[in-house]
Nanobody, 126 residues
Framework: QVQLVESGGGLVQAGGSLRLSCAAS????????MGWFRQAPGKEREFVAG????????YSADSVKGRFTISRDNVKNTVYLQMNSLKPEDTAVYYCAADKSLRIAIGTMSELYAYWGRGTQVTVSS
């Protein structure tokens, strides 16, 4: 089992920045893909960004490219999502997830991820 705990959410004005953290514990995640997803009220959960723990390859959704950056800290076993130039449409609950399947590609579908955190709320005011 892998436990994931998100932190760093909050209320920010449009144009501002936040950094989300996802601390992983339990089984080793060295060969996992870690992902960030978000879900706004009344909408489906959507992929935001992912990173392969081994190698550090990343992939981001078009809606956040150039604004959000995913990274990881091997020592702290933590994944980060740096969010800049935030927009009101970025308002959502953000979830951290782990894909244990050892697949090479970074999946964008939530069904591929076996472990999930409880989420952290991000609210961007206009």
């Amino acid at each position: 089992q892998v436990q994931l705990v998100e932190s760093g959410g909050g209320l920010v004005q449009a144009g501002g920045s936040l950094r989300l953290s996802c601390a992983a514990s339990g089984r080793t995640i060295n060969n996992y893909v870690m992902g960030w997803f978000r879900q706004a009220p009344g909408k489906e959960r959507e992929f935001v960004a992912g990173i392969r723990w081994s190698g550090g390859n990343t992939y981001s959704a078009d809606s956040v490219k150039g604004r959000f950056t995913i990274s990881r800290d091997n020592v702290k076993n933590t994944v980060y999502l740096q969010m800049n130039s935030l927009k009101p449409e970025d308002t959502a609950v953000y979830y951290c997830a782990a894909d244990k399947s050892l697949r090479i590609a970074i999946g964008t579908m939530s069904e591929l991820y076996a472990y999930w955190g409880r989420g952290t709320q991000v609210t961007v005011s206009s």
